[in-house]
């Protein structure tokens, strides 16, 4: 290990920077990880193999870039990987220091909640969203649930291993860096370069980092001997013991929810969101702090109590009272209300259309809270908890009551409130509300049905055994199916000049896609990973003002990538340069151990995708007499190594279409190139070989490879060449690399 990363949100670069001078000047190797697209921040920790210093700050815990991803990437590390958190504070649009706090459970709220609002907000998007957008607001309501389900663990993962401070990573000159990092004796030469006059540097070998077994898997730092160090040493414990007295001020929960009523009512429906997903203590302690601080309370101690005597040692979520007014009055929501109502009903509505049925019950839960008479949501509930939640039984039972109450007449809640009791042997409320439901819906009845609750006598206390179970008929949830809007609708704009890059969402696709953009071109990017295509064009038009149009789809696709690019807006549809950069690697086996479904991915995506883009975009090329097409080819097609076999196959056959373009397509004065790339590092292409398998995907550790900003250097170049000027091929590697199998691993090079 030759490098430690340096992670952190890009609102604190002003802080890595500070740590970066302060110890770079003994020598020691830095590699800053700050990227801004979702999950490639997680990616560079838990991909590199390198031990890394983690920067968490209430940006960072508020950043989707940063914290996508981030909990599975803290799990996932290495007992050789040190990680060492430093939770310092955030900083505001207006450069105020944002006080950064994960020790309490209170303080950890903040950061649900604002995740949880961050769904209502997307969704309210969603719902007014056409064509593309709408299906890039149903995948961000995907990404957000996903980090707001995990925020919590992650804050009680970092507490759990352990963390320090900003003054405590700085006390006694970094001594909790150099004792996590194994680097005691660059300690000491740290300690007397800062004796020294600062205008005075010490000049220093860089030095080698290491081995760092931790026969624990403990990220925190071990622990150190100085005595002045020994309150460096962080909690450990997220779950306080029962036996534990909770010192819990007016000041803890006044700076997330000023509002006593509303954290109340908040903190009620978080305790019941984390018990409903299994997390009994979390829920339990969420009630027992917030009781604490409004002991005046009684719904909120009601709660309390309830939840430690019924959650306690099986978790059962509390049944509401139902209370039945002699004269109902139904009083209309407010429009805010109403609204976030509708949102919420929505993601209950994806949520269970996915499977995630636990979600979509809190989701509905919440619709109901807000407005009882929104239409249908206690039959949703009823029918969809009945169904697949079978733990919930009583509760489904009431929401069953409460649909009723809206329809008297349902047939089909009638016909699950018959399968609840025959569960309960209540055989002749049984057969009461099977016969109420046929009557009220004659297609329900049929000769299973008919055995199954009529076969039993009311005084038989055991239903006979060879009787089937009925199944509930199916929750119909309304699947949201995006509609894609023609692309000729979307307004036109400038008209520079144009390049189409696929596979734009990572690695070399998106290093060559940011150098264009840099330099003033009109960008189309496709890609299956409609919210990395979002982000990156969000950080293109702002930080280069690019115009970018997005085409979300998979080029194996025939049919897709023919819809796509046959629709184009006018002023999109003359492509300058065509980049064919999809492509992938999988598996690393033998001919004879290989996998088919790894063998069709990679002919269809690297072979069969480019043809299909080149293809189409070739025709208006022809008829223009002009354009340039650039393949991402690889050193693989032409040098053939164990276990690449059908990689390196369908390398060898972009390097064959290539030329073949080239023949096709030279008489209508168009260009033809590839770049063939040896080892490059900072894209997918490791971890996608080995199926997610991050041990495995480590093969770049001990030397430099090439950059993927590199490979976009010469893509740039190729195509930036005077219209005389066809390169048709670059073939490059990194100064460690000489050919496909010759590689000097012995330690990156500086």
């Given at each position: 290990?030759?490098?430690?990363?340096?992670?952190?949100?890009h609102?604190?670069?002003?802080?890595?920077?500070?740590?970066?001078?302060?110890?770079?000047?003994?020598?020691?190797?830095?590699?800053h990880?700050?990227?801004?697209?979702?999950?490639?921040?997680?990616?560079?920790i838990?991909?590199?193999?390198?031990p890394?210093?983690?920067?968490?700050?209430?940006?960072?815990?508020?950043?989707?870039?940063?914290?996508?991803?981030?909990?599975?990437?803290?799990?996932?590390?290495?007992?050789d990987?040190?990680?060492l958190v430093v939770?310092?504070?955030?900083?505001?649009?207006?450069?105020?220091?944002?006080?950064?706090?994960?020790?309490?459970?209170?303080?950890?709220?903040?950061?649900?909640?604002?995740?949880?609002?961050?769904?209502?907000?997307?969704?309210?998007?969603?719902?007014?969203?056409?064509?593309?957008?709408k299906?890039?607001?149903?995948a961000?309501?995907?990404?957000?649930?996903?980090?707001?389900?995990q925020?919590?663990?992650?804050i009680?993962?970092?507490?759990?291993?352990?963390?320090?401070?900003k003054?405590?990573?700085e006390?006694?000159?970094?001594?909790?860096?150099?004792?996590?990092?194994?680097?005691?004796?660059?300690?000491g030469?740290?300690?007397?370069?800062?004796?020294?006059?600062?205008?005075?540097?010490?000049?220093?070998?860089?030095?080698?980092?290491?081995?760092?077994?931790?026969?624990?898997?403990?990220?925190?730092?071990?622990?150190?001997e100085?005595?002045?160090?020994?309150?460096?040493?962080?909690?450990?414990?997220?779950?306080?013991?029962?036996?534990?007295?909770?010192?819990?001020?007016?000041?803890?929960?006044?700076?997330?929810?000023?509002?006593?009523t509303?954290a109340?009512?908040?903190?009620?429906r978080?305790?019941?969101?984390?018990?409903?997903k299994?997390?009994?203590?979390?829920?339990i302690?969420?009630?027992?702090?917030?009781?604490?601080q409004?002991?005046?309370?009684?719904?909120?101690?009601?709660?309390?109590?309830?939840?430690?005597?019924k959650?306690?040692?099986?978790?059962?979520?509390?049944?509401?009272?139902v209370?039945?007014a002699?004269?109902?009055?139904?009083?209309?929501?407010?429009?805010?209300?109403?609204?976030?109502?509708?949102?919420?009903?929505?993601?209950?509505?994806?949520?269970?259309?996915?499977?995630?049925?636990l979600?979509?019950?809190?989701?509905?839960?919440r619709?109901?809270?807000?407005?009882?008479?929104?239409?249908?949501?206690?039959?949703k509930?009823?029918?969809?908890?009945?169904?697949?939640?079978?733990?919930?039984?009583?509760?489904a039972?009431?929401?069953?009551?409460?649909a009723?109450?809206?329809?008297?007449g349902?047939?089909e809640?009638?016909?699950?409130?018959?399968q609840?009791?025959?569960?309960?042997?209540?055989?002749?409320?049984?057969?009461?509300?099977?016969?109420?439901a046929?009557?009220?819906?004659?297609?329900l009845?049929n000769?299973?049905?008919?055995?199954?609750?009529?076969a039993?006598?009311p005084?038989?206390?055991e239903?006979?055994?060879?009787?089937?179970?009925?199944?509930v008929?199916e929750?119909?949830v309304?699947?949201?199916?995006p509609?894609?809007?023609?692309?000729?609708?979307?307004?036109?704009?400038?008209?520079?000049?144009?390049?189409?890059i696929?596979?734009?969402?990572?690695?070399?696709?998106?290093?060559?896609?940011?150098?264009?953009?840099?330099?003033?071109?009109?960008?189309i990017?496709?890609?299956?990973r409609?919210?990395?295509?979002?982000a990156?064009?969000?950080?293109?038009?702002?930080?280069?003002?690019?115009?970018?149009?997005?085409?979300?789809?998979?080029?194996?696709?025939a049919?897709?990538?023919?819809?796509?690019?046959?629709?184009?807006?006018?002023?999109?549809?003359?492509?300058?340069?065509?980049?064919?950069?999809?492509?992938?690697?999988?598996?690393?086996?033998p001919?004879?151990?290989g996998?088919?479904?790894?063998?069709?991915?990679?002919?269809?995506?690297?072979?069969?995708?480019?043809?299909y883009?080149?293809?189409?975009?070739?025709?208006?090329?022809?008829?223009?007499?002009?354009g340039?097409?650039i393949?991402?080819?690889?050193i693989?097609g032409?040098?053939?190594?164990?276990?690449?076999?059908?990689?390196?196959?369908?390398k060898a056959?972009?390097?064959?279409?290539?030329?073949?373009?080239?023949?096709?397509?030279?008489?209508?004065?168009?260009r033809?190139?590839?770049?063939s790339?040896g080892?490059?590092?900072?894209?997918?292409?490791?971890?996608?070989?080995?199926?997610?398998?991050?041990?495995?995907?480590?093969?770049?550790?001990?030397?430099?490879?090439?950059?993927?900003?590199?490979?976009?250097?010469a893509?740039?170049?190729?195509?930036?060449?005077?219209?005389?000027v066809?390169?048709?091929?670059?073939?490059?590697?990194?100064?460690?690399?000489?050919?496909?199998?010759?590689?000097?691993?012995?330690?990156?090079?500086?």
């Amino acid at each position: 290990m030759n490098r430690i990363i340096l992670a952190y949100s890009h609102h604190n670069a002003e802080l890595a920077q500070h740590i970066d001078t302060q110890l770079s000047r003994i020598g020691i190797p830095f590699e800053h990880a700050s990227e801004r697209l979702p999950g490639e921040l997680a990616s560079q920790i838990s991909g590199s193999g390198e031990p890394a210093l983690l920067l968490v700050t209430d940006n960072f815990l508020k950043d989707r870039a940063c914290m996508t991803g981030m909990l599975a990437a803290v799990q996932s590390l290495s007992a050789d990987q040190p990680l060492l958190v430093v939770v310092a504070d955030g900083v505001s649009e207006n450069g105020q220091p944002i006080p950064t706090h994960i020790d309490r459970m209170v303080n950890a709220l903040q950061y649900m909640n604002f995740w949880q609002n961050a769904w209502l907000d997307i969704s309210t998007q969603y719902q007014h969203a056409e064509g593309i957008e709408k299906q890039v607001f149903e995948a961000e309501l995907d990404a957000v649930r996903t980090i707001a389900n995990q925020v919590g663990d992650f804050i009680s993962l970092l507490r759990d291993r352990g963390y320090v401070s900003k003054a405590q990573l700085e006390a006694d000159d970094y001594a909790v860096f150099f004792n996590t990092f194994r680097l005691s004796d660059w300690h000491g030469q740290y300690r007397r370069l800062v004796n020294q006059t600062k205008d005075s540097p010490l000049v220093v070998e860089a030095p080698h980092l290491p081995e760092m077994p931790l026969s624990s898997g403990v990220l925190a730092p071990e622990p150190i001997e100085e005595p002045e160090l020994q309150a460096l040493a962080p909690e450990k414990s997220f779950a306080l013991p029962e036996s534990e007295e909770i010192d819990f001020t007016d000041d803890d929960l006044e700076s997330v929810t000023p509002d006593h009523t509303s954290a109340v009512e908040q903190a009620i429906r978080d305790a019941h969101f984390w018990l409903d997903k299994g997390y009994t203590e979390r829920g339990i302690e969420l009630l027992q702090l917030a009781s604490e601080q409004y002991p005046e309370n009684e719904q909120l101690v009601q709660e309390y109590q309830s939840a430690v005597a019924k959650f306690q040692p099986v978790v059962e979520p509390p049944v509401e009272p139902v209370v039945v007014a002699p004269n109902p009055v139904t009083v209309e929501p407010e429009p805010v209300a109403a609204n976030e109502a509708k949102s919420y009903d929505l993601m209950g509505d994806m949520a269970a259309g996915k499977g995630d049925y636990l979600f979509a019950k809190y989701c509905w839960d919440r619709v109901a809270e807000l407005d009882q008479a929104f239409p249908h949501i206690y039959r949703k509930l009823g029918l969809m908890t009945s169904e697949h939640l079978q733990d919930y039984r009583e509760t489904a039972v009431h929401y069953l009551h409460k649909a009723l109450e809206s329809n008297s007449g349902d047939a089909e809640v009638m016909l699950a409130l018959a399968q609840h009791s025959l569960q309960n042997k209540s055989y002749e409320d049984a057969r009461s509300w099977y016969e109420q439901a046929i009557s009220n819906n004659t297609n329900l009845r049929n000769e299973e049905n008919d055995r199954l609750f009529f076969a039993h006598d009311p005084q038989s206390p055991e239903p006979q055994p060879e009787q089937p179970v009925v199944e509930v008929p199916e929750t119909k949830v309304e699947e949201v199916a995006p509609q894609m809007v023609p692309l000729a609708q979307l307004q036109e704009k400038s008209n520079g000049p144009l390049v189409l890059i696929t596979g734009a969402t990572s690695g070399i696709g998106k290093a060559t896609a940011e150098i264009f953009a840099q330099n003033g071109y009109r960008l189309i990017l496709t890609g299956r990973r409609v919210e990395r295509l979002v982000a990156i064009k969000n950080i293109f038009e702002a930080d280069y003002g690019t115009d970018v149009l997005l085409l979300p789809f998979d080029v194996r696709d025939a049919g897709a990538v023919e819809a796509a690019l046959t629709n184009l807006p006018e002023n999109f549809q003359n492509i300058d340069i065509l980049i064919n950069n999809a492509g992938l690697a999988k598996g690393f086996a033998p001919i004879q151990e290989g996998s088919l479904a790894h063998w069709d991915a990679m002919i269809d995506t690297n072979v069969k995708g480019m043809a299909y883009v080149s293809r189409i975009i070739a025709q208006g090329m022809v008829q223009r007499k002009s354009g340039f097409i650039i393949n991402v080819g690889s050193i693989a097609g032409r040098e053939i190594y164990p276990n690449g076999n059908l990689y390196c196959a369908s390398k060898a056959a972009v390097d064959a279409l290539t030329k073949g373009m080239r023949y096709d397509l030279f008489t209508h004065n168009i260009r033809v190139g590839q770049v063939s790339p040896g080892h490059v590092e900072e894209t997918e292409f490791a971890i996608t070989r080995f199926d997610g398998d991050a041990e495995k995907a480590k093969i770049y550790n001990d030397f430099q490879p090439l950059k993927s900003s590199d490979v976009a250097d010469a893509i740039y170049y190729m195509a930036t060449r005077p219209a005389h000027v066809n390169i048709q091929d670059i073939y490059m590697f990194s100064t460690q690399q000489a050919s496909a199998v010759a590689v000097n691993r012995n330690g990156r090079a500086k």
